[in-house]
Structures are given as C-alpha cells and as structure tokens.
C-alpha cells in the first residue's frame, strides 16, 4: 500500500511537471531562471564586497587640545 502511493506521487509530481513545461514555453521559463541567477549573483558581490570593506575608524571629536 506504501510502495503504490509512493508510486502514485512520483507520478503525479511528474506529470504536472511536464504539464507545467507544455503550457509554459520554455522561454520564459528561461528568462525567469536567469533574472533569478543574476539576483543570486548581485547578492553573492554584496556579501563579498561588504567583507573585504575597510572598517573606517571612529571619527574624532571636534574638541580642541589646549
């Protein structure tokens, strides 16, 4: 009985995927992977460039040394 629903969803997940890759043509698939990629990438140099950023010391106050 667990073996056959296990079965059963195997090919109900396969099914509708390949309904969704029929109705939905490939190129907007493609353009959403992309778009989703690049945003990937623009996170992934944010991170790297805030860690190699040179901490900037404090700035000192305006007092005058007398």
Do not use: H
Request: net charge positive; hydrophobic share 60%; glycine share 8%.
């Amino acid at each position: 009985m667990r073996a056959g629903v296990l079965v059963f969803c195997g090919m109900l997940l396969l099914g509708s995927a390949g309904a969704f890759l029929l109705y939905v043509s490939l190129l907007s698939i493609l353009t959403v992977v992309v778009i989703l990629i690049a945003l990937m990438l623009m996170l992934l140099l944010g991170v790297q460039i805030e860690r190699q950023r040179r901490r900037v010391p404090e700035i000192p106050s305006d007092e005058v040394n007398v």
